[in-house]
């Protein structure tokens, strides 16, 4: 038997939307953080963060170099380590274990511990906001403040169930 999730909180690459203007709400997000925290967008972390907003799917590090070896920026593994480190700490990427890759954060400007459903056949994956989707694990009623958490749930997205990819 299949477990239905509830979809609140869930921002997807399952899901068709117009990419141009989520692409310009997450960079702006992106702009008024580092404003507001003194901290420097340097075009290369610019163009990283665009890069991995551009289709919300999961890119490796060695995928983003040959992104930005092709666009004309600064490719070395060191640089790009470095701006993945920045977007992750300030909450706007995650790297996905599963995968071995990074993707946008879809809630970036919100505090929250991310979950993540991720096709096995397709690789295509949503990110849950888990206070929303998991109420009762953000308070866990205890002398215990959760600080960080990441939930990766492997499973098969409708697209691969229906057309029966392998």
């Not at 380590?81 to 909450?91: A, I, K």
Request: charged share 20%.
């Amino acid at each position: 038997m299949k477990a239905k999730m509830n979809t609140n909180g869930i921002a997807s690459s399952f899901e068709q939307h117009n990419h141009e203007i989520c692409n310009q709400h997450y960079t702006n997000k992106l702009e008024k953080y580092c404003v507001e925290n003194t901290l420097k967008l340097t075009p290369l972390r610019r163009k990283v963060f665009e890069i991995l907003i551009r289709d919300h799917k999961p890119l490796g590090a060695y995928q983003i170099l040959e992104i930005l070896k092709k666009e004309g920026f600064a490719y070395s593994p060191p640089i790009a380590y470095r701006v993945l480190d920045f977007l992750v700490e300030n909450s706007f990427a995650h790297k996905i274990h599963e995968l071995n890759s990074f993707i946008a954060c879809s809630f970036a400007g919100c505090k929250h511990f991310p979950a993540f459903i991720i096709c096995r056949k397709c690789n295509n994956l949503a990110e849950i906001n888990s206070e929303n989707a998991f109420p009762k694990w953000s308070h866990t009623g205890s002398d215990f403040k959760i600080e960080n958490a990441m939930i990766e749930i492997l499973g098969t997205c409708s697209a691969c169930d229906i057309s029966g990819v392998a």
